[in-house]
Nanobody, 124 residues
Framework: QVQLVESGGGLVQAGGSLRLSCVAS????????MGWFRQAPGKEREFVAA????????NYADSMKDRFTISRDTAKNTVYLQMNTLIPEDTAVYYC?????????????????WGQGTQVTVFS
């Protein structure tokens, strides 16, 4: 089992930035990929970004790769999502996820473990 705990969400004005954190525990992540997804009210869960834990290989949703950056700190067992130039359409619950395979894929059903989510609200 992998436990994931997100933090860093909040209320931010359009154009601002936030950094989300996700602390993982319970398993060695060397063969895992970690991802960020988001879900807005009334919408499907959407892929944001993913990273291979061992190599740092990254994958982004096309619509977010210019503003969002995923990174990980292997010493702290933490994955981050730096979000810049936020817009109201970024308002959603953001989820951290882990899959026991290194490919940083964007398919939510391939991720086995999920955090509880952290709310991000962007106002104009």
């Amino acid at each position: 089992q992998v436990q994931l705990v997100e933090s860093g969400g909040g209320l931010v004005q359009a154009g601002g930035s936030l950094r989300l954190s996700c602390v993982a525990s319970g398993r060695t992540l060397s063969s895992y990929a970690m991802g960020w997804f988001r879900q807005a009210p009334g919408k499907e869960r959407e892929f944001v970004a993913a990273v291979t834990w061992s190599t740092g290989l990254r994958n982004y949703a096309d619509s977010m790769k210019d503003r969002f950056t995923i990174s990980r700190d292997t010493a702290k067992n933490t994955v981050y999502l730096q979000m810049n130039t936020l817009i109201p359409e970024d308002t959603a619950v953001y989820y951290c996820a882990a899959r026991p395979s290194p490919g940083p894929v964007g398919l939510a059903n391939l991720y086995w473990y999920w955090g509880q989510g952290t709310q991000v609200t962007v106002f104009s």
